[in-house]
């Protein structure tokens, strides 16, 4: 990790350095914890927005509930589809666009950006992929509502549709070309096809590196590939 942090300062002067690059990790939190680092290493000035969360008073959220979640403990939700309570940003850094904000003009969920300049009400980047590739955008905060059966309460976030993209999970990778990944294995891969998804982002095997830490019963410079044969069984 200390080597990434350093190859990116010593080639931030190059134009589009992280167009074609990044970080893959299995879980969000690995993910987040390796954007903190990297983003801390990134010179220039940090900016931290903070969201507006608010219980959705209608009829599925019963009064209790809107007692019981105050917006301190809305603060603490996080998941992969949803931006963070405190976004910490720099110029320079990478972003990933969290909803489909503008799909005539490409401005869809997946979208890799780069911040260049911070404003307080929208933030102006630079688009790294998608159709129109370094075009300048401007993002807004946007109401956002989370759509997972398995959050507490059914609520809202107002925040910038955006997440540091320095690293992103494996889930979230899907459908990017990159030229350069580096696959961070904190634990092994947990779900059908994961380590296939990670590996096949890069077009040439000379593209790709991967950091293991211990994983335990598995032999060194070793990792688990999970594959549930029975998903075949019908083709």
Request: hydrophobic share 40%; glycine share 6%.
């Amino acid at each position: 990790m200390v080597h990434s942090v350093q190859q990116m300062i010593s080639n931030l002067s190059i134009e589009n350095y992280f167009k074609d690059r990044a970080i893959l990790a299995p879980i969000l939190d690995c993910v987040t914890d390796v954007n903190n680092k990297m983003t801390a290493g990134l010179p220039g000035q940090e900016r931290v927005y903070l969201s507006s969360d608010s219980v959705c008073a209608e009829e599925g959220n019963m009064e209790f509930e809107l007692d019981a979640f105050s917006p301190e403990i809305l603060n603490g939700i996080n998941y992969s589809s949803l931006p963070p309570h405190k976004l910490v940003l720099k110029v320079g850094a990478p972003v990933m666009l969290l909803r489909n904000i503008d799909q005539t003009n490409g401005l869809c969920n997946g979208m890799r950006m780069q911040v260049r300049r911070m404003g307080n009400h929208v933030i102006e980047c630079k688009t790294l992929s998608g159709n129109k590739v370094e075009s300048i955008i401007l993002i807004p905060r946007l109401n956002l509502i989370p759509n997972n059966e398995t959050l507490p309460v059914r609520f809202q976030r107002r925040q910038f549709a955006i997440i540091m993209s320095f690293a992103m999970t494996i889930n979230k990778s899907q459908g990017q070309t990159l030229s350069k990944v580096e696959i961070y294995l904190s634990m092994p891969v947990y779900t059908h096809g994961q380590l296939y998804v990670a590996l096949s982002r890069v077009t040439s095997k000379d593209g790709v590196r991967v950091l293991l830490q211990d994983h335990g019963h598995l032999e060194d410079n070793c990792t688990m590939n999970v594959v549930y044969r029975e998903v075949f069984e019908s083709l």
